[in-house]
């Protein structure tokens, strides 16, 4: 059976892992991309620890899959834009077949998550769904005929921008309004005046009876039902995962969040909500089933 090395990058660490091409999960561990260093140290980093990952494969790994935040043009394997890593127009796949000498196949990382979710969670036997991170920031992934929809520019998804309260709170975006601004996971705390607190420390407080954390977290669950409709709307899909660090808390978030769906749905059913089942390991399984595709010569 197939090994495949399989990363998933973020802003200042990255997870990675041997993956089995059934998805079984052979070794996972995390670094840091030393992003204070610069861009190029980044791809570096990147390459030495898929090489170091190679390297203690029992089975040579035959592709490599790696995920990454930003503007990402997966068919041309270029990362086009990542504020968080410095990175414009850098040609990384290319870049990482010339280190570890094997296909790569790049992807983005909330598509690629979305792709992990398919195959092996929540969204397995399902042809469409809607994939949608909560977590520092908001983002989401259609997956249609499961495979990740990237849009004309690779910038498909960005749900986290799309304009929920018009004139509202500013977004580091540039525009007002934003889903990001009301219902990320950081949002929460900063929303409530003290932004030391963690996500959690709000819900508890909210379900203890603060009237400030409790209208914090019915405003984030009206922006995110508002969002989540028009998204619907327009593309009809048939379940909807949650993901990332709020979907942690559960029916906290599924059962008033289904309900307030249900309110804005007047002349049909909304989708089903499902909490993603991969967890932090989503973008992980993803990135090895772009590494798949990479061997075959499908990089999309």
Not at 138 to 154: K, V
């Amino acid at each position: 059976m197939n090994t495949f090395v399989a990363l998933d990058v973020g802003g200042t660490s990255m997870k990675g892992g041997l993956v089995a091409a059934d998805g079984t999960v052979l070794l996972a561990e995390s670094r840091s991309t030393g992003r204070e260093r610069g861009p190029d140290a980044v791809v570096t980093a990147v390459g030495d620890f898929a090489a170091e990952l190679a390297g203690r494969a029992g089975n040579p790994p035959v592709a490599a899959g790696v995920a990454v935040p930003g503007i990402v043009d997966e068919a041309a394997g270029t990362a086009v834009y990542s504020a968080n890593l410095g990175w414009r127009d850098t040609p990384l796949r290319a870049l990482l077949e010339a280190r570890l000498g094997m296909p790569v196949g790049l992807g983005h990382d909330v598509r690629t998550g979305g792709l992990g979710e398919a195959a092996h969670g929540a969204g397995r036997g399902r042809g469409d769904f809607l994939f949608v991170p909560l977590g520092t920031g908001i983002a989401a992934a259609m997956i249609i005929n499961g495979s990740p929809y990237p849009g004309a520019t690779g910038a498909g998804g960005e749900i986290g921008h799309m304009v929920v309260r018009p004139g509202g709170e500013a977004c580091a975006c540039g525009q007002a309004g934003c889903l990001e601004v009301y219902s990320s996971a950081s949002a929460l705390p900063r929303r409530y005046g003290d932004a030391s607190l963690r996500t959690e420390d709000v819900l508890a407080r909210a379900a203890a009876g603060d009237p400030v954390a409790a209208r914090v977290w019915e405003e984030a669950l009206d922006a995110l039902a508002d969002a989540l409709t028009a998204a619907t709307m327009l593309l009809d899909p048939s379940l909807v995962v949650l993901g990332g660090g709020l979907a942690g808390s559960g029916e906290r978030l599924t059962v008033p969040l289904a309900g307030r769906l249900a309110a804005r749905f007047t002349f049909r059913e909304p989708p089903p909500l499902a909490l993603a089942e991969l967890g932090a390991q989503a973008a992980m399984h993803g990135a090895a089933i772009l590494a798949a595709r990479a061997l075959t010569g499908s990089n999309v």
